[in-house]
Nanobody, 127 residues
Framework: QLQVVESGGGLVPPGGSLRLSCAASGFTLDYYAIAWFRQAPGKEREGVSCISIYDGGSYHSDSVKGRTTISADSAKNTVYLQMHSLKPGDTGVYYC????????????????????WGQGTQVTVSS
């Protein structure tokens, strides 16, 4: 059974940092694209960042570019999302999702293309 499980969410002050983890099981990261999405109350799910190990690509939305790093540890079958300079607008439930192969171009941002989803982890940026 293909699964991804997120962890690492929490409450952080504006300007703070957080690292989210996405642990995969039932499949190997090497052949999948792993993306992070987030959803704030009343808003659509938004693609944040994506990584594909097999082509060495990493991608970030304009809203987080320069403030996030996405990386993968193949030995642990885990993807990480490091976020810096967090803003209240970054608040939401963060989801990890997987698909193979990686969607072409900016299509990685389309949630409907992903067929493996985690349960989400809450990130709240507030003083």
């Amino acid at each position: 059974q293909l699964q991804v499980v997120e962890s690492g969410g929490g409450l952080v002050p504006p300007g703070g940092s957080l690292r989210l983890s996405c642990a995969a099981s039932g499949f190997t990261l090497d052949y999948y694209a792993i993306a992070w999405f987030r959803q704030a109350p009343g808003k659509e799910r938004e693609g944040v960042s994506c990584i594909s190990i097999y082509d060495g690509g990493s991608y970030h939305s304009d809203s987080v570019k320069g403030r996030t790093t996405i990386s993968a540890d193949s030995a642990k079958n885990t993807v990480y999302l490091q976020m810096h300079s967090l803003k209240p607008g970054d608040t939401g439930v963060y989801y990890c999702a997987a698909v193979s192969p990686r969607p072409y171009g900016d299509a990685w941002k389309l949630a409907s293309l992903y067929d493996v989803w985690g349960q989400g982890t809450q990130v709240t940026v507030s003083s």
